[in-house]
C-alpha cells in the first residue's frame, strides 16, 4: 500500500494552498488522519465548496449545500442531479466536505525531529525553505534544509533569497519536489527527493539514513576542484568508485565487484562508472584482457591532485 506520507509530501509541492478532501483522507490506512494531525502535519480548514460525486455512472463535480432535512432534522449536504437516470435531489453526509490543509512549517519541524538535527529551525524563505539545524552523515556535519518548490517558475528566485542556504559551506537539503533534478535545474545540485528516504512508522516520521547515505554520495562533491584548474567535479560515489579501481590488485573489475568494493548499489556504481568513462577516467581493457573497467593514468592523476588537495586544505579523506 502506498505511504500516506508520499501523498502529503507530494501534495505540499503544489503552489497554491495544498489541502485533502475528506474521500481521499479515507482511503489512508485507519488513524493515519489522526496521526498526523497530532503531528501538527494537517489541520483542519473550510468546508470544500464542490466535490467530485460519483454515485452514479458518468461521476461529476458538483457543488452542495448544507440544509436541514425536513425528515430528520439533520444538516445533509444536498444537490441537484440532472444527470439521465440519476435525477432529483441527492443528500450527502456533510462530513464529506471536510478538507484538511497542510502545514509546511509542521513538515520542517518534523523532518528536523527525524533527522536529528542541532540548533534552532529557522525560516529562511517563508514557505519555501527552512533550515532544520546541523547534522552529522558519515563523519561529515551538513546544514540541513527543507525546500518546497524548487522546480516551480520562480525556484531560481527562491533560491537567491535564500541567504542561510546560499551560505551553507556544506548544505543537505531535503526536496518535496518529485523530481529529484528540480534543484539542479536552478543550480542547486544537493537536493535529495524527500519522499525516497521518508516513511511514516509508529505515528513518527522515519528517516532511512543508509538510502540518504547513498543519495548524499551521489549528490554531493567530497572535494573541490584544486586551486587554478579546471579539473571536474566529482560526487562522492564517483570518487570512491575510482580510489576502489585505484586499489584493484587485477586490474581490471567487474561492476559488482567495484560495487562490493565501493559499497554501493549496482544503479548507483553502473551510473558512475558511465560518467567515469565519459570523462575518460576509466575506461573497458582492450584485447584478451580481463573484462570490466580500469582506471586511466588520467584518472590516477585525478585522484593524486584531489590528494594533493585535501592536505592542503585540511580536508580529511574517509
Wanted: aromatic share 6%; with cysteine.
Amino acid at each position: 500500500m502506498r505511504d500516506p506520507l508520499d501523498d502529503l509530501i507530494n501534495r505540499v509541492e503544489l503552489p497554491d494552498v495544498p489541502v485533502f478532501r475528506a474521500d481521499e483522507v479515507a482511503r489512508w490506512p485507519a488513524g493515519t488522519l489522526e496521526q498526523f494531525i497530532e503531528l501538527g502535519l494537517l489541520r483542519e480548514t473550510s468546508r470544500a465548496k464542490s466535490i467530485w460525486y460519483d454515485g452514479c455512472d458518468n461521476g461529476c463535480l458538483v457543488e452542495p449545500e448544507l440544509r436541514e432535512d425536513r425528515r430528520t432534522g439533520k444538516m445533509v449536504a444536498a444537490f441537484a442531479c440532472r444527470q439521465d437516470g440519476c435525477g432529483g435531489l441527492i443528500t450527502l453526509d456533510p462530513a464529506c466536505l471536510r478538507q484538511w490543509e497542510i502545514d509546511a512549517g509542521a513538515l520542517a519541524r518534523q523532518i528536523a525531529e527525524a533527522v536529528g538535527t542541532k540548533g534552532r529551525l529557522v525560516e529562511d524563505v517563508p514557505g519555501r525553505i527552512w533550515l532544520l539545524g546541523t547534522s552529522t552523515l558519515d563523519g561529515r556535519v551538513f546544514e540541513a534544509f527543507l525546500a518546497r518548490g524548487l522546480g516551480w517558475s520562480d525556484g531560481s528566485t527562491i533560491l537567491e533569497q535564500a541567504s542561510r542556504l546560499r551560505a551553507s559551506a556544506m548544505p543537505l537539503v531535503f526536496s518535496t519536489a518529485r523530481s529529484p533534478q528540480a534543484g539542479a535545474r536552478n543550480g542547486l545540485s544537493s537536493a535529495v527527493r524527500l519522499a525516497e528516504i521518508a516513511t511514516m512508522r509508529d505515528g513518527r516520521i522515519e528517516i532511512d539514513r543508509a538510502a540518504l547515505a547513498e543519495r548524499v554520495a551521489t549528490s554531493v562533491s567530497r572535494f573541490a576542484a584544486a586551486p587554478g584548474t579546471e579539473q571536474p567535479m566529482l560526487v562522492e560515489a564517483e570518487l570512491d568508485i575510482l580510489e576502489a579501481l585505484a586499489q584493484s590488485p587485477h586490474g581490471a573489475m567487474l561492476q559488482v565487484e567495484v560495487a562490493t568494493a565501493a559499497g554501493y548499489s549496482k544503479p548507483v556504481t553502473r551510473d558512475a562508472l558511465k560518467h567515469l568513462r565519459e570523462l575518460g577516467f576509466v575506461t573497458k581493457p582492450r584485447g584478451k584482457q580481463r573484462k570490466g573497467d580500469v582506471i586511466t593514468a588520467q584518472g590516477r592523476e585525478y585522484l593524486a591532485q584531489h590528494e594533493k588537495a585535501s592536505l592542503a586544505t585540511g580536508v580529511p579523506k574517509r
